[in-house]
């Protein structure tokens, strides 16, 4: 599966973006979804994942209440709401996914197919 992320950035503090990846290839409900990011000298780190139907999420501890990941199966499609934004969620942010079982992976290394990034950068 190929993923193409868009949607990156510059927004003033306090303020929302909505990233979106497509995927083409196979028939992307075969793939559990994720969104990373990776700051300057940090480690790439696990934002929100989504499951194979959309009906399981996860989100990592400093973006919980204020992003929001789905999919739209129809539209091979995955997104990442990104709302009251920090100096701090300034980062590249990629879009990756797997086929395997278990939800969530939590590491990058569960993952097997890496969009390019796409970069947020915010701001005051």
């Known amino acids: 599966v190929q993923l193409q992320a868009s949607g990156g950035g510059l927004v003033q503090i306090g303020g929302s973006l909505r990233l979106s990846c497509i995927a083409s290839?196979?028939?992307?409900?075969?793939?559990?979804m994720g969104w990373f990011r990776q700051a300057p000298e940090k480690e790439r780190e696990l934002v929100a994942a989504?499951?194979?139907?959309?009906?399981?999420?996860y989100y990592g501890d400093s973006v919980k209440g204020r992003f929001t990941v789905s999919r739209d199966n129809s539209k091979n499609t995955v997104y990442l709401q990104m709302n009251a934004l920090k100096p701090e969620d300034t980062a590249v942010y990629y879009c990756?996914?797997?086929?395997?079982?278990?939800?969530?992976?939590?590491?990058?290394?569960?993952?097997?197919?890496w969009g390019k990034g796409t970069l947020v950068t915010v701001s005051s």
């Open positions: 989504v499951s194979w139907s959309g009906g399981a999420k």
């Open positions: 290839g196979r028939t992307f409900s075969d793939y559990a």
């Open positions: 990756a996914a797997y086929d395997s079982s278990g939800f969530p992976h939590r590491t990058a290394s569960g993952y097997d197919y």
